[in-house]
Structure formats: C-alpha cells, structure tokens
C-alpha cells in the first residue's frame, strides 16, 4: 500500500512590520496574487497575512480552510504570539511545521527572542535567518530552507 505524501505547513517568522509579506510576495515574483506555486517539486499555497495582521480568529480559519480543501503543502506568514499556540496545535497533528525566521526586524533593532525561539521550537523545525536584508534575498534564503526540506 503506498503511503500517504507528507503534509507541510512553512512560515515566514516575524513581528509586525517585519518584512514577512514582502519576503513572500518576493518568492512569488513580486506579485500579490500568486496564491499557489510549485517550489522544490512541491505545489504551495500560499497565503501573506499573519496573525499580526489580522485577528486570530480569521487567520486561523484561513488556514483550516486551506486545510479542509486538501492542499498538502502551505506557506504561511506567523508572529510568534501565544494566541498562535492552538492553531499551530491543530495543525501540527496533520503537518509537519517548519518556521523560517527572520531573527531581525528589516528596519530597526528589534529581535526575535530565545523565548520566542523555544516557543516555535516545540512546534517543528526552526531556521533562523540573521540580519537585515532586502526582499529578494530573504526569499531566496526561505526558498533554499524549503528545498531543503523535502
């Protein structure tokens, strides 16, 4: 019998304004309504808005629906909060979770946490991306984390 194709959920990590949008519109070649591509061999959809940017409520049925709707492999944006915690819960019995993080806000000082860090961590595999960079270059950083992890 063969065996069910892994489901994976990836995340662009970040606070408020910290480039997560335009990380992801840059994977989809600058545009906004890319909504699925293929990286890697595997089909993606993708969604930019994290629950920072909306409320919890609607981000997480966001991602139930993209789950109910069959697709194995998403590509979502997160702000590491505790109202995060039951959805990542949730989706962690059917995924397998990988957070990419951009350890430093594109402008300004701020940083992600060891706290923060340690939260992700008992969700899935964590990659953390270090420094201020332009768009293209984090997207080619998340591209190259997702390949490599197939």
Known sequence: MATKPKQQAFFVVGHSNWGKSR???AVTGNSVY???MSIGGRGFAIRRRSNDDIDTAPWAARIAALQSAGHAHLLLALCPTA?????LRRLARAYDLYF???KDKFRG???ISPAELAFLRG???VSVFSGQH???VRARALT???VANP
């Not at 109202?83 to 959805?87: E, G, I, Q, R, S």
């Open 83 to 87: 109202p995060a915690a039951p959805v």
């Open 23 to 25: 990380t992801l519109k």
């Open 123 to 125: 969700f899935g595999k």
């Open 144 to 146: 190259n984390f997702i």
């Open 109 to 111: 000082t701020g940083q």
């Open 34 to 36: 890319v909504r699925h």
């Open 134 to 136: 332009q768009a293209p």
């Open 100 to 102: 990419w993080v951009m």
